[in-house]
């Protein structure tokens, strides 16, 4: 070893080491933000909808839930809402809509057990939550109201028991009065409905805007809720 060299490691000996303490507070206070807020979240399903008849997590502790809210007499329906897509802000989404969470709603006689969700006729419309939800960290965007996503390139039937093949994004109808958006702090979340897209209706949506195919909605009391049997209203 040489004079520099024995110097140069007698310089790096004596540095003070390196205080990582106020790193590491700041990654937990970051890690207990995102936890209350998605308890937040929870609890603001619940507060409106009571408990779950179940509740779709995967191993991964990161991972975004699925609550099942089940029918009731006053909500004759399944409501599927996500929880933990709001965990992160979606980069480009203006104020206030940089976190979100998705709200789609089934017929009361769909097939939501666990061995029924094997087949894809019943997982697609979970599918297309959990697909959504990953989509803005995963591409770096933002989902919000009048966005229309295509299922594929080109477009493909979710299952080969429907036509549907897109989704439009609004706020949810069959949600309970003060649902849709929610102030936890200092962070808003948005609860956007996800209305599912014939392929002439994605056509409309993608050409003339998201806002002229929810007008169609609106006039034909198109919903977030999948009907199988619905006709396009183009």
């Not at 507060?47 to 008849?53: C, D, S, T």
């Not at 007499?73 to 709001?86: A, C, L, V, W």
């Not at 976190?99 to 789609?104: D, G, N, P, T």
């Not at 969700?117 to 990953?134: A, F, I, K, T, V």
């Amino acid at each position: 070893m040489g004079l520099f060299d024995r110097k140069r490691r007698k310089e790096q000996e004596d540095k003070e080491p390196l205080d990582t303490a106020p790193v590491v507070a700041e990654i937990i206070k970051g890690i207990d933000a995102h936890l209350d807020l998605i308890d937040a979240v929870e609890h603001h399903i619940k507060r409106h909808f009571g408990e779950p008849a179940g509740v779709l997590r995967s191993n991964h502790p990161d991972d975004i839930a699925m609550f099942v809210m089940p029918p009731t007499e006053d909500r004759p329906r399944f409501t599927i809402i996500t929880s933990g897509m709001s965990r992160m802000p979606m980069q480009g989404a203006p104020s206030n809509y940089t976190r979100a969470e998705l709200v789609i709603a089934l017929p009361p006689d769909w097939k939501l057990g666990q061995d029924d969700l094997g087949d894809e006729r019943n997982w697609w419309p979970l599918r297309l939550l959990q697909n959504l939800s990953h989509m803005p960290q995963a591409n770096g965007g933002w989902l919000g109201f009048g966005h229309t996503i295509p299922h594929g390139s080109p477009p493909q039937h979710y299952a080969d028991d429907t036509t549907f093949c897109g989704a439009l994004l609004f706020p949810p109808v069959w949600t309970p009065s003060g649902f849709n958006t929610l102030q936890a702090g200092d962070e808003t979340v948005q609860f956007i409905g996800v209305y599912t897209l014939h392929g002439d209706e994605l056509q409309f949506a993608q050409e003339e805007d998201g806002q002229a195919m929810f007008a169609r909605f609106a006039e034909h009391q198109v919903s977030e809720l999948v009907d199988l049997q619905r006709p396009s209203v183009v």
